[in-house]
């Protein structure tokens, strides 16, 4: 009930319809806001001058909106009329409804009467605030629109459904809301009540028993109102005009404009409408019901992506993670190999560090040694031992130029860190699509303790993966002419085993396997290498050749 809210409110004014009427376009217009969204128009455009040029177009007909510029859907919130000199360019305002409405040019002049006495404007046009369609009033002015006397009926009966809940009439203390109300009683009753003293059994049992609201409805003082002819206003709506599509009065038959057009009864054409009205609305609440059922669908889907969205970022960052520490690992690893390296270079140095410090010793002792001799005054003391030191002296010698002075180790690390592969790999780690509608089948594997040679002949057997998901609906295998030519099928089917006959003695051929299915093929396998038995070499392409599955 509350949905239904928005189709009663006036698109002006945002309020509930007060005195509606009804525009050529059939949407509703309070019959106040009518006035006040009225355009005055050049004289060319009045419906006298229209008449007066023979152009015979009903003064209902709407304006071309291209010629008049009236509205774009395109412009930036603004509209002209741009077809009239006289009216200046006025931009348009939203009404509380969100729909856009084109305020009057000039404020409409103050006047005692009713909205609907009051005289308009000559040769004034009115805009549809929803469709923005336009029409220039004639003499009648907006007393030429008929008045929506349903709608009215139905704002009342929802304002009042609207209201307080009605109590009960016959409790007596602390009255309880009613729950039904008897038209023959003409009385509110709770369930108690009704229980106690309105029981359906003897005469009671013919009473008709309704909701609250309809009988409150039902019971309201105030007389429905009749709609009453346009034309003619003291004369109420007899008949249903079928050209013009309008209910009509009998004096617009005889001496109105409709005097010449088929009429119908207004009570056939009432209930033949309200039957039209149920068919469409059954079409539409089809319609209705699809969309509620596709909203729950799309709420469901919006509630799958998130719980999606949680699990792929778990495992995103699983898998992340996982990189994070297998490269962790490894540089622990080059690391420790790095320290080895160090732990070795500072070794060799160390050892000949102290290598070189003893021979240093031991040089400088014998150099001091030497000089001490050298100051020796007894020449034949001298010579006793002078021999001796000088080969000391070149054996010293000779060692220290054997390399000695010569770094065993160098500073540098023979250590390079090549990273490019690897910072590639990482730029280029993307996702990939692995949800297809119809996948290939996986790649099938060879089983080589069952593939065999025996002669010429060679049988091969393959399998498919153990976690293939996907059904394959044949294999095919190739094998090269045993010269390193290139690969021919000599088996398609569904077995995966096959044996072929007629090959050449003493050669070596490659074999390899794919599976296929409707949406494609698969990878290859890995290519096996055959080596048949030496024996008398076979002609070259033997006719005759065997190819039969097993």
């Known amino acids: 009930m509350e949905e239904m809210e928005e189709e009663l409110k006036c698109p002006v004014c945002g309020s509930f319809y007060r005195e509606p009427i009804i525009l050529p376009c059939s949407h509703n217009l309070c019959q106040a806001c009518a006035r006040n969204i009225l355009v005055q128009t050049p004289e060319s455009e009045s419906p006298q001058s229209r008449r007066a040029s023979g152009s015979g177009v009903s003064d209902y007909d709407y304006l071309d909106l291209d010629k008049m510029s009236l509205y774009s859907e395109a412009d930036s919130g603004y509209g002209s009329y741009g077809g009239f000199a006289s009216a200046p360019t006025t931009p348009c305002q939203k009404s509380p409804n969100g729909v856009r409405v084109f305020p009057p040019a000039m404020p409409p002049p103050v006047t005692h009467l009713s909205p609907a006495l009051a005289p308009v404007p000559r040769n004034s046009c009115i805009t549809c605030p929803q469709c923005h369609r336009s029409l220039i009033l004639d003499d009648r002015g907006l007393r030429g629109f ?3 006397r349903v709608l009215e009926g139905v704002i009342d009966r929802y304002q009042q459904s609207k209201a307080a809940a009605l109590k009960c009439q016959l409790c007596e203390k602390a009255p309880k809301e ?3 109300m008897c038209e023959q009683c003409d009385v509110f009753y709770c369930d108690p009540c009704r229980l106690r003293c309105h029981p359906p059994r003897g005469p009671l049992a013919k009473h008709r028993l309704v909701p609250p609201a309809q009988g409150r409805v039902s019971r309201r003082l105030s007389p429905r ?3 009453t002819c346009t034309d003619h206003e003291l004369e109420n709506h007899s008949m249903y005009c079928v050209q013009c599509k309008m209910p009509v009065c009998y004096q617009c038959l005889e001496e109105g404009k409709h005097s010449s057009h088929e009429v119908k009864a207004l009570g056939a054409m009432w209930k033949l409408h309200k039957s039209q009205l149920s068919q469409a609305l059954n079409g539409l609440s089809d319609r209705a019901k699809e ?8 709420r469901n889907m919006v509630q799958q992506i998130q719980e999606n969205s949680v699990e792929f970022e778990a495992c995103l960052v699983a898998q992340c993670d996982a990189l994070i520490d297998a490269l962790n690992r490894r540089k622990a690893q080059l690391l420790a190999r790095v320290n080895k390296e160090h732990e070795h270079k500072l070794k060799v140095v160390r050892d000949q560090i102290s290598h070189c410090t003893v021979k240093l010793r031991q040089t400088t002792g014998l150099m001091e040694y030497c000089l001490e001799v050298i100051k020796e005054n007894d020449p034949s003391g001298f010579l006793q031992i002078s021999d ?12 220290w130029g054997k390399g000695t002075l010569t770094p065993r180790m160098t500073t540098d690390f023979d250590l390079s860190l090549d990273n490019s592969p690897l ?6 780690l993307d996702f990939v699509q692995m949800k297809a509608s119809s996948p290939v089948p996986a790649t099938p594997i060879l089983q080589l303790e069952e593939c065999c040679t025996h002669n010429n002949s060679a ?14 609906e044949g294999y095919i295998l190739e094998l090269d002419d045993g010269n390193g030519g ?3 099928e000599v088996y398609v089917g569904k077995e995966t085993m096959c044996t072929v006959d007629g090959l050449h003695f003493n050669s070596t051929y490659n074999a390899r396997v794919k599976a296929f299915n409707k949406t494609g093929v698969s990878q290859y396998s890995k290519t096996l290498v055959l080596q048949t038995s030496e024996g008398k070499a076979l002609q070259q392409y033997p006719s005759e050749r065997e190819l039969r599955g097993v």
């Open 146 to 148: 008929p008045k929506n």
């Open 178 to 180: 009613a729950t039904v």
């Open 225 to 227: 109102k009749v709609s």
């Open 291 to 298: 969309a509620k059922e596709f909203l729950v669908q799309l």
């Open 388 to 399: 001796a030191l000088i080969r000391r002296v070149h054996l010293t010698e000779d060692q």
């Open 423 to 428: 910072l590639q790999s990482i730029h280029q």
């Open 459 to 472: 049988t091969l057997s393959w399998k498919q993966p153990p976690l293939s998901m996907v059904p394959a």
């Open 486 to 488: 290139q690969f021919r």
